[in-house]
């Protein structure tokens, strides 16, 4: 017995260790809307196929100014002329060996726009990084924001389901006092049902905002976090005018406009270089029956120009095309603008729009909770009906979701208009 109660000290405080780790591991991660943003940017694939976009626009630059680099080849050939094969003794059977160089000296200003092109999708793919970014700013600070507003809603509820519980209890005591009907109770009983019913709700709303928060962060999606900020009165002092102008200069989607432009433009010029002649110089070496050149290698030296006379309209009709791609790319920044415009003003009404509710809503909350006080007194008294008293309570539970409901509104209309004029940070 003696050594058997020895041994079980050891698993008892394995056991007791475990049991610390694990509840340890199970803590809820504290979290402010700073950190979320961190995890995002750092954590979700949308800015790591943003950044994957960037690298290959990158290397497009790289393949576009190799086009003004010479070329070299290396080309081999196995002839058996005798009808046997290799290594027979027949003797008809040859090797042949080229060493090619290629240099494009003019290309008409083809080349040149190429590489020109491939920089300008180098800025198209650094203004979709930042477009990857601000929208996933907004993702996370409006599903952020959705936690707050889920998280207030249970507090709302269970605060209800708490006041009607407490109610029903003061009105069992009256009946069974004898000196209220049955239908006091019942009606009690019925409006704490369904308080409770929408505290669940409220729960289950919470506990899927989570699972979002946490996806956007790139979180295991059953992580329990404890959010450390609050949804926020403070006011936006920018006026509509300064919101047009910094949308204008940071929207990455009208800096996209802007290269696509760019690049239409070259796209003309490389149509056009097709009815402008290319030079070229080449050199081969050649030689034969031996794997590296020997004493009986050949060596030429030329200089080609190519001018292309007629194409059947091939090089008219690209430069038609590339005409139409440049009105198209002016017509989508045209369009770009106008959209971040309306964008930018949309929200800025939503912002003054909300933050009016919030006064109006607190108001509410205000006199609301002032009638629940007074008709719980009447009842009490007996000069009031349980009705009264309920009603009360439900106009309560309204307004401080009215109240949940605008400042929620206020904080995404603001974190939407961040987004809208460009001025998101990390």
């Given amino acids: 017995m003696l050594k058997k109660g020895k041994k079980s000290i050891p698993l008892a405080v394995a056991g007791l260790l475990f049991w610390n780790v694990a509840a340890v591991w199970a803590a809820p991660v504290d979290l402010t809307l700073s950190d979320s943003l961190a995890a995002a940017l750092q954590n979700n694939p949308a800015v790591k196929m943003a950044a994957a976009d960037q690298e290959k626009a990158q290397w497009g630059i790289k393949e576009a100014e190799g086009a003004k680099l010479p070329s070299l080849s290396l080309g081999s050939s196995y002839t058996d002329s005798s009808g046997a094969g290799a290594g027979t003794g027949g003797g008809n059977d040859s090797w042949s060996n080229s060493l090619r160089l290629n240099w494009q ?5 083809r080349t040149e726009s190429q590489i020109s092109q491939a920089k300008q999708g180098l800025t198209v793919a650094e203004a979709g990084m930042e477009k990857t970014k601000q929208q996933l700013r907004l993702d996370t600070t409006v599903t952020y924001y ?20 407490q109610h029903l209890a003061n009105v069992q005591a009256k009946y069974d006092a004898g000196v209220v009907a049955k239908s006091d109770v019942l009606r009690s009983d019925v409006e704490l049902a369904n308080a409770a019913q929408n505290l669940t709700k409220a729960q289950n709303a919470y506990d899927g905002a989570v699972v979002s928060l946490n996806n956007l962060m790139g979180y295991a999606q059953d992580t329990e976090l404890a959010l450390k900020d609050e949804l926020s009165e403070i006011t936006d002092s920018r006026t509509l005018e300064e919101c047009l102008q910094q949308a204008l200069k940071q929207r990455p989607e009208i800096q996209q406009a802007e290269a696509n432009i760019a690049i239409a433009r070259e796209g003309k010029d490389i149509a056009r270089s097709g009815n402008l002649p290319s030079v070229n110089l080449s050199g081969t070496n050649s030689w034969n029956d031996s794997f590296l050149p020997d004493d009986d290698n050949h060596w030429s030296v030329g200089l080609s120009a190519s001018w292309n006379i007629f194409d059947g309209n091939i090089t008219r009709a690209k430069v038609r095309s590339a005409d139409a791609t440049w009105d198209k790319a002016g017509e989508q920044a045209r369009q770009t603008r106008d959209n971040v415009e309306t964008e930018v003003r949309q929200t800025y009404l939503s912002v003054r729009e909300a933050y009016k509710r919030i006064d109006t809503t607190k108001t509410a909350v205000a006199k609301a909770e002032e009638d629940v006080n007074i008709s719980q007194v009447k009842y009490n008294a007996g000069a009031g009906t349980n009705i009264e008293v309920m009603d009360a309570q439900l106009a309560l539970t309204q307004a401080k979701i009215n ?24």
């Fill in 105 to 109: 000296l003019y290309s008409a200003g």
């Fill in 146 to 165: 959705n936690v707050l507003q889920a998280r207030n809603s249970v507090r709302v509820n269970q605060e209800t389901v708490d006041s009607l519980r």
């Fill in 403 to 426: 109240y949940i409901q605008a400042l929620y509104d206020f904080n995404v209309s603001k974190a939407k208009l961040d987004k809208a004029a460009g001025t998101q940070h990390n």
